[in-house]
């Protein structure tokens, strides 16, 4: 357990649903990032966020994506309108940028994502 | 061309070999990652550096800044350490986002 949680773990919905996945980071950590994860490939780099500041988007978070980290602890990802490609692992991860783990990425378990 | 880039993409060896993977990458960067991932997701941080080498039980990991390579080694290998590990940089951007290699698939037979 690194101390960063994910809910849910498991995520099936039907194409065109709405879902949202939280990320709790480490709670002194105040740097979280997004990534994603396909079958057999490495993560790839969605936000991130230094405290609520949301201060880099990739080109792979199209607008049906949108995430938030409102008072700077936990953080929200939501997908409109799913499609069957954005099934994926979800991965959240935090770090610190002070401390003997500076910029230490530590992640959560990540959110399974199954479109239908 | 990946910016990172990893080998072997797989590798099978018997219990107490030596294992080596490298990792290759492009960009400037300012750190260098070593992720291990085991079946169902989750993600563990072994390494973080920018230079030189560091040892953590029987892992090593080695930088050459000027070639643009990593290793990562496994004295002693053992069936526990089967798992994905990824190598991933920080660009020298000043952002910290990580840019991942796909991954080396390990399997110790015992």
Same mark, same amino acid.
């Given at each position: 357990d690194t101390g960063v949680s994910q809910d849910p773990r498991h995520k099936i919905t039907k194409r065109g649903q709405n879902v949202t996945f939280r990320c709790d980071p480490i *709670? +002194?950590?105040n740097r979280l990032y997004w990534y994603r994860q396909t079958l057999g490939q490495g993560p790839e780099f969605l936000t991130y966020f230094q405290n609520e500041a949301q201060l880099e988007k990739s080109?792979?978070? *199209?607008?049906r994506f949108s995430a938030e980290r409102p008072k700077g602890s936990f953080s929200t990802l939501e997908i409109q309108r799913? +499609?069957? =490609?954005?099934s994926a692992m979800y991965l959240c991860a935090s770090s610190s940028?002070? =401390?003997? *783990?500076?910029?230490e990425q530590f992640f959560g378990p990540g959110t399974r994502l199954t479109v239908l | 061309k990946n910016e990172v880039e990893q080998s072997p993409q797989n590798l099978t060896a018997q219990e107490g070999e030596f294992i080596t993977i490298n990792c290759s990458y492009s960009v400037g960067i300012s750190a260098l990652h070593w992720l291990q991932q085991h079946p169902g997701g989750g993600i563990v941080s072994l390494f973080m550096l920018s230079s030189g080498k560091k040892k953590h039980g029987r892992l090593i990991a080695t930088i050459n800044i000027q070639e643009k390579h990593s290793s990562l080694h496994i004295t002693a &290998?053992?069936?526990?350490? &089967?798992a994905v590990y990824i190598c991933a940089v920080e660009s @020298?951007?000043? @952002?910290?986002k990580l840019t991942f290699g796909t991954g080396t698939r390990l399997t110790i037979i015992p």
């Open positions: *709670s +002194e950590h080109r792979l978070l *199209s607008d799913t +499609e069957q =490609g954005d940028i002070a =401390g003997v *783990s500076y910029n | &290998s053992h069936p526990r350490d &089967s @020298n951007f000043g @952002n910290e």
